[in-house]
Structures are given as C-alpha cells and as structure tokens.
C-alpha cells in the first residue's frame, strides 16, 4: 500500500516507519526541514521500550508536491497534523489524490472529517483514534509506543466496508494493533472524555443532559447539549457554549 503521512511529527514518524519496516511505500510529510533532512540522510532512527535503536530508510518530504508518483496514486493519506492546520495541511496536498485515494484523520480532538469532507469529499474520509504514540528524541529520531496500543478507525456511517478492512488488516499486518468499529464516533467522543478525566487541568463530570466543565484552558464543545465552561482563574466569570455536532452556533459569557 502506498501511504502519506501528512503531519509526520513524532506519532506519524512512529507509524511511518512501523509500517515501512513492513513493506509499505510510506510518505513522511513534515514542514520542518531539518527533521526532513536528518531522515533523508541517515533513515528515520526508531527507539523502542527498551531503549534498542534501530534505523529504517524512509520516504521523507517538506511538501506534498515532494511526493514522488511514479509508482501511482497513494492509496491512503493518514492526516496527523495539529487540529488547526488541517485545512490548510489538506488543500496544500490534494496532488496526493487519486480516483480511489483514501483520507483518514487520527488526530485528537472534534471536527477534522469534516474539515477533510469539505476538501476532498465526504465520500473519501475515514475517522479514527489511535492510543499509540510517539515522542520526539531529536531530529529523525523517535521513541515509539506503538505495541498493544489501540487504533480504532471507521467509516463515517458506521459500514464495515472493504476499504476500511483492508487499511485496517495492512496496519495490523505491521503490528499496529487496529480496529474496525462500527461507531467510530462515538469512539472517537470516548477517547475525548477520557482525556479530559486524565488530564491534570481538568475535572470533568455530568448531570442529566448538561454537560459542566471546570478547567484552566480546556477548550471543550459538547454535542447535543450545553457546555457550561469555568475559568478557575476568573471564577465567577462563566461560559456557556451551543452546540449541534461539534458544530458550535451560539456562546456568551457571564
């Protein structure tokens, strides 16, 4: 399979190389050049658990239009960058797409199909999450944390189609532990709250339909409800915030 990595920070170059070292043509996107240019040099240097280096000659480029289409159209874009660079990221690498080209989002947060439905159509885009990681140990060179770490990826109505099952069997094949769901969204909504409940800034709780937030500088948009949002350094200062979808239409303060 013939794969691009748009936003090939640590998680991407962790997934990259993993599923390069299993016989795929993997695309490493990442605007930082000097991380390009270590890769292109000496491979992408992966760092397992146990601190074992090991070094895999990658595919790497600043651009989209770097990416090399001699042996056809990629077959799958795999979009990793930050939440609000992914329109931007996107329109910038349409040139990746061919008739049966594939978008799949395993960002965090709220949104991005969407935002990748609008560019590419709805009919291309795959959701997903993705419990594995990846830390930065210098440039070109990963610690990665992929073994027994969850992806779970979908189509957006919740079919189980070829597709998805083929991308899904590909990463599985190169040990990326990968499932299909049939609700990725809802997924997609656990991975978030458990990340809010985990994280040292937040407390998170519900009543009934309302969902009510206590947090530092947790942006949260809440479907089908409103979000009630207290600054804890301004704490009479409250901010209510409507919304359909992650479709946010009407927010005041008090």
Request: charged fraction near 15%; include cysteine.
């Amino acid at each position: 399979m013939k794969i691009c990595i748009l936003g090939a920070g640590a998680l991407g170059c962790a997934l990259g190389g993993v599923l390069t070292e299993a016989g795929h043509e993997v695309w490493l996107i990442n605007r930082n050049a000097a991380q390009v240019d270590a890769m292109t040099r000496r491979g992408l240097i992966l760092r397992d658990g146990a601190g074992v280096d090991r070094t895999v000659a990658v595919h790497a480029t600043t651009t989209a239009q770097g990416v090399s289409m001699d042996s056809g159209a990629v077959d799958l874009v795999v979009v990793l960058v930050k939440s609000f660079h992914t329109a931007q990221a996107m329109q910038s690498a349409t040139c990746l797409l061919g008739p049966d080209t594939v978008v799949m989002s395993l960002q965090n947060g709220l949104g991005h199909e969407d935002i990748l439905a609008d560019i590419v159509g709805r009919e291309r885009v795959l959701a997903g999450k993705t419990y594995a990681g990846g830390s930065q140990l210098g440039p070109g060179h990963v610690l990665v944390g992929t073994i027994g770490k969850d992806t779970h990826i979908g189509e957006l109505d919740g079919r189980i189609t070829a597709r998805v099952q083929r991308i899904a069997d590909t990463f599985n094949a190169a040990g990326l532990d990968t499932i299909v769901s049939a609700n990725i969204m809802g997924t997609i909504w656990d991975k978030l709250l458990v990340n809010v409940a985990l994280s040292n800034r937040t407390t998170f709780f519900s009543s009934y339909s309302t969902t009510f937030i206590y947090t530092y500088d947790t942006t949260f948009f809440s479907s089908y409800s409103t979000t009630y949002i207290t600054n804890s350094s301004l704490p009479n200062r409250t901010t209510f915030i409507y919304s359909y979808g992650t479709t946010v239409f009407s927010s005041y303060s008090t």
